[in-house]
């Protein structure tokens, strides 16, 4: 791929896939142990798409909205929490001022 396709202004921050940066880093294909965190976000997830709040690909969306330094700061799991909690918020099922009472209860 050349630089110029890499800096294609069309090409999404997350569609990483074929670029030059990447090619020479080995892909760590060993089973990783999830966190209690990862583990309640996926049950989180799924919970929220059988209520039929959020779909998957709502999901996708959120994440790929996610500002650049943002989205290469924060885990994949982070990601998700971020995509679905703005899902939540646009969709109105949980307001601003409710998200940050509990998130100061810490609860």
Request: charged share 35%.
């Amino acid at each position: 791929m050349t630089e110029a396709k890499e800096a294609d202004p069309r090409r999404a921050h997350h569609d990483m896939g074929g670029l030059s940066k990447y090619l020479c880093e080995t892909v760590d294909i060993e089973p990783h142990a999830l966190t209690d965190l990862d583990k309640q976000t996926d049950a989180l997830r799924q919970l929220l798409s059988l209520k039929g709040l959020m779909t998957v690909d709502e999901l996708r969306r959120g994440i790929e909205e996610i500002p650049p330094d943002d989205y290469d700061r924060l885990s994949y799991y982070q990601r998700w929490i971020r995509s679905m909690t703005a899902n939540l918020l646009r969709k109105g099922v949980v307001s601003e001022a409710e998200l940050r009472a509990r998130l100061e209860a810490g609860s």
